[in-house]
């Protein structure tokens, strides 16, 4: 079956020479598909090579091979690699599917209903924690070289054993609806794209509005019809968010990471922190050290 993208499109859709319900894709290093995009399917990645940065929503973190992550219709997301990566044939493994088929499906097969409250969590993008990378692989590839119902019936019980997981983490805070025209969301993506560039950097109203030829009033109401939030509010998510990655995953000083991310002083990091987190980054850290602690890290 031929399979093209459409290089037209900011989503870089992939068209079908039928309608299946799983539909595969796997692309390597460099690629046209590493860009900040959103589109209707759910997508599960898994990472097979390179590492550098994961961005999903206004969540940012680092990647590396044997990472897992399922993102939701319409969440925005992009995975960039270290700039020292050699090119590779494949980076990423992807299974994508939409919400319709499943839904319908769930009219007439009852059972396909156990794998709902995972896709209502994907909305938000969904980490998956502890995955054997081996079955993986090897499961992936089965899905890619099959084709029709044996596709089909190679990927419900993958669905399945991550809908009964509960080691997984929720990844964006916010949910930036990308549906508005093309113009509206190459404005909305040169702004996201600048934040999750320069989050660490003095950033104000005006900056953004500049950026896509807007005066503060109008970009503020804009900004806030597509993402939900004030564009502060935005910034502080995302610089929460890498806090997180960083109070996760380095034994760095708290302080440290507070003027790393953005912030300009510990009391409003704490407060901004606690507002989001309903916790303090100390408990934060404790608590992610606990809960993570037990999986150890593997590469290919």
Same mark, same amino acid.
């Given at each position: 079956?031929?399979?093209?993208?459409?290089?037209?499109?900011?989503?870089?859709?992939?068209?079908?020479?039928?309608?299946?319900?799983?539909?595969?894709?796997?692309?390597?290093?460099?690629?046209?598909?590493?860009? $900040?995009? +959103?589109?209707?399917?759910?997508?599960?990645?898994?990472? @097979?090579?390179?590492?550098?940065?994961?961005?999903?929503?206004?969540?940012?973190?680092?990647?590396?091979?044997?990472?897992?992550?399922?993102?939701?219709?319409?969440?925005?997301?992009? $995975?960039?690699?270290?700039? =020292?990566?050699?090119?590779?044939?494949?980076?990423?493994?992807?299974?994508?599917?939409?919400?319709?088929?499943?839904?319908?499906?769930?009219?007439?097969?009852?059972?396909?209903?156990?794998?709902?409250?995972?896709?209502?969590? +994907?909305?938000?993008?969904?980490?998956?924690?502890?995955?054997?990378?081996?079955?993986?692989?090897?499961?992936? +590839?089965?899905?890619?070289?099959?084709? *029709?119902?044996?596709?089909?019936?190679?990927?419900?019980?993958?669905?399945?054993?991550?809908?009964?997981?509960?080691?997984?983490?929720?990844?964006?805070?916010?949910?930036?609806?990308?549906?508005? =025209?093309?113009?509206?969301?190459?404005?909305? =993506?040169?702004? @996201?794209?600048?934040?999750?560039?320069?989050?660490?950097?003095?950033?104000?109203?005006?900056?953004?509005?500049?950026?896509?030829?807007?005066?503060?009033?109008?970009?503020?109401?804009?900004?806030?019809?597509?993402?939900?939030?004030?564009?502060?509010?935005?910034? =502080?998510?995302?610089?929460?968010?890498?806090?997180?990655?960083?109070?996760?995953?380095?034994?760095?000083?708290?302080?440290?990471?507070?003027?790393? @991310? *953005?912030?300009?002083?510990?009391?409003?990091?704490?407060?901004?922190?606690?507002?989001?987190?309903? @916790?303090?980054?100390?408990?934060?850290?404790?608590?992610?050290?606990?809960?993570? *602690?037990?999986?150890?890290?593997?590469?290919?």
């Amino acid at each position: 079956m031929t399979k093209t993208i459409k290089r037209n499109t900011p989503e870089y859709e992939l068209v079908e020479g039928e309608i299946e319900t799983i539909r595969y894709l796997e692309h390597g290093y460099p690629s046209d598909l590493i860009r $900040w995009h +959103a589109h209707d399917d759910y997508e599960l990645h898994f990472i @097979v090579s390179t590492s550098g940065k994961v961005f999903v929503g206004d969540y940012i973190g680092n990647y590396k091979p044997g990472q897992l992550i399922l993102t939701g219709p319409r969440l925005p997301h992009n $995975w960039i690699c270290q700039s =020292n990566e050699p090119p590779t044939d494949t980076r990423d493994m992807v299974i994508r599917f939409d919400h319709e088929s499943f839904a319908q499906g769930m009219k007439i097969i009852p059972e396909l209903s156990e794998v709902l409250p995972m896709l209502l969590r +994907a909305k938000s993008g969904l980490e998956f924690l502890g995955e054997d990378p081996d079955y993986l692989k090897t499961t992936f +590839a089965a899905i890619r070289d099959a084709s *029709g119902l044996e596709r089909l019936t190679l990927t419900l019980p993958l669905l399945k054993k991550l809908s009964q997981s509960q080691n997984y983490r929720l990844l964006s805070t916010v949910q930036i609806d990308l549906k508005s =025209n093309e113009n509206l969301q190459r404005k909305i =993506n040169t702004v @996201v794209d600048y934040v999750t560039q320069h989050y660490n950097q003095d950033i104000c109203l005006s900056d953004a509005s500049n950026l896509v030829s807007m005066s503060d009033s109008h970009f503020s109401r804009f900004f806030r019809k597509a993402t939900g939030n004030r564009f502060t509010e935005f910034l =502080n998510r995302v610089r929460i968010s890498r806090a997180c990655n960083l109070l996760t995953e380095t034994d760095q000083q708290i302080v440290d990471i507070c003027f790393q @991310v *953005g912030f300009k002083n510990v009391a409003n990091f704490n407060r901004r922190f606690h507002e989001l987190k309903g @916790v303090t980054p100390r408990d934060f850290r404790s608590q992610s050290s606990n809960r993570l *602690g037990q999986y150890s890290e593997t590469v290919f």
